[in-house]
């Protein structure tokens, strides 16, 4: 064998080699983002009142995947930028009719059904984002026992987690609403959800 | 002696940002970028968690993209050993010392380049520049490598004459296939932008809402294959081996490009194949600058 057949050779190998370890790596890579994805719990049974007075219970997070969050109208800090994230998605989702989103008022004293209206109007802009009010202890501990999220001191003390909630009501992941990084994820891992066979 | 320690040193330092620019690749492709949330810690620590995330960190992005700093670390290392044998033996070869100076200001910049990715949360801008940067490198240590050949097997160059048609299209076509590189990592970043904006749509809706300069990065292509052809015919009588080689090499590559450009558009299987796609082009990049000095009559 001369000498630039042995190169190709070894060349034609590391080739080989590289490929088959980035195979290796993107494989590992992908399930890895999978089991960042794996079921936490169940969520609750509970039952809340949009502000147009509809009943809303756990029932109807089935079939849907549910983006949940807990804010409040007068906050002055998270709240907006939590809302406003919210809107992002449910713009950039707006031809899925699989997606919903949830947002649950740690201050229903203030938050009357008329201030959620004109909260929901200001960032809502489609009929599948839902704004939930009920007695301020039973969210208290929806909030802390239900969802594993801190309600300390509410309204001020409320969670700034977004919930990503799959079709069988399931629990999937926690991320901070308020970080630009964290909403990309989210995204890309509802777009996992919408693909998931189930 | 000293040269070919040099020479060896020049090479390995060339290997090693090759290998540094496929896993960046790799990197990039795994979307293992944010893998470190931030630079130059691996969140809180030096090195990335080994166990099950606390602060949710995804462990194996993590280690990937670690890999990819330590690689940059071992690479900066070998371009600092080819600098110190540079200014100890060649300080009065002043070509061999600047570009081997210019190698360690690059590795450097691109080394906070890839730390601002990582403080400016994959910005897009930023992505293009990391991966220039990475392409002068190659081209800086390409250099240097082919320089220090030529001292050591001089008589192998001796008598050549310069073919100045054969050099201009040389230059032509290493600045056609930076613009390549730089067209086709521009529709990547916009297929990322559509697909932020548009997270629903399907790889041919992505596709569709590509600007027009989409068919650029094919036209550029399939002028590259011309140019790389006419290369090959002019250097058909070429007195030098290796000339001709590496001539084969190019046109050759040019053509893989091509295939896996094509096959990421009509089959689906983008990852691998988009690694290979840019790790290929780099290649020619440096060797299209090994070339043209290869066959330059000093």
């Known amino acids: ?198 | 002696m000293k040269l070919r320690l040099f020479y060896n040193s020049a090479v390995i330092a060339t290997i090693l940002s090759y290998l540094l620019i496929f896993i960046g690749g790799l990197v990039r492709v795994s979307g293992a970028g944010m893998g470190c949330p931030s630079w130059p810690k691996c969140g809180e620590g030096w090195i990335p968690p080994t166990n099950v995330d606390i602060n949710q960190i995804n462990t194996t992005l993590a280690w990937i993209e670690f890999t990819n700093r330590m690689f940059g670390v071992i690479l900066g290392i070998s371009i600092i050993i080819l600098n110190v044998i540079a200014i100890f033996y060649f300080r009065k070869n002043h070509n061999l010392l600047f570009y081997s100076i210019l190698s360690l200001i690059f590795v450097i910049i691109n080394g906070l380049l890839g730390g601002a990715l990582v403080w400016f949360e994959l910005n897009p801008y930023i992505k293009t520049a990391h991966m220039l940067f990475a392409l002068i490198l190659v081209s800086i240590l390409s250099y240097i490598c082919i320089k220090s050949y030529k001292m050591l097997n001089s008589n192998l160059f001796k008598g050549l004459t310069s073919n100045l048609v054969l050099l201009k299209s040389l230059i032509f076509l290493w600045i056609l296939i930076v613009i390549e590189i730089l067209l086709g990592t521009g529709l990547r970043t916009n297929i990322e932008l559509i697909v932020i904006e548009n997270p629903l749509f399907s790889k041919s809706d992505q596709l569709d809402a590509l600007p027009y300069y989409k068919y650029m990065h094919s036209i550029v292509g399939f002028a590259l294959l011309f140019f790389s052809i006419y290369v090959n015919y002019s250097l058909r009588n070429h007195s030098l081996l290796l000339a001709k080689q590496i001539g084969y090499f190019i046109t050759g590559m040019v053509v893989l490009q091509i295939f896996l450009g094509e096959m990421m558009i009509f089959f689906d299987l983008p990852q691998l194949t988009r690694l290979f796609h840019t790790w290929g082009s780099s290649w020619l990049v440096g060797v299209i600058i090994i070339l043209y000095n290869c066959i330059k009559n000093e």
Not at chain 1, 46 to 70: C, Q, R, Y
Not at chain 1, 71 to 78: E, G, H, N, R
């Open chain 1, 1 to 198: 064998m001369n000498d630039l057949n042995k190169k190709l050779i070894l060349s034609f190998l590391i080739v080989f080699f590289l490929g088959t370890v980035a195979l290796f790596t993107l494989r590992e890579a992908t399930e890895s983002k999978i089991q960042n994805l794996n079921v936490l719990s169940s969520v609750p049974s509970f039952e809340l009142v949009n502000f147009n007075e509809k009943i809303f219970t756990d029932n109807n997070l089935l079939d849907k995947i549910t983006i949940l969050s807990f804010v409040f109208t007068s906050c002055p800090d998270a709240c907006p930028i939590m809302s406003e994230n919210f809107s992002i998605l449910q713009e950039r989702f707006k031809d899925s009719d699989l997606i919903q989103f949830v947002s649950i008022t740690v201050d229903p004293d203030y938050d009357s059904n008329d201030i959620l209206k004109t909260f929901s109007e200001k960032y809502s802009n489609g009929n599948n984002w839902y704004f939930l009010r009920g007695d301020k202890n039973y969210i208290s501990t929806l909030s802390e026992k239900g969802f594993f999220l801190s309600a300390l001191n509410l309204p001020a003390g409320h969670s700034t987690s977004f919930v990503l909630i799959d079709k069988q009501k399931n629990i999937r992941k926690y991320y901070k609403g308020t970080d630009d990084a964290a909403i990309m994820e989210l995204q890309n891992d509802i777009v996992f959800l919408i693909n998931e066979k189930t």
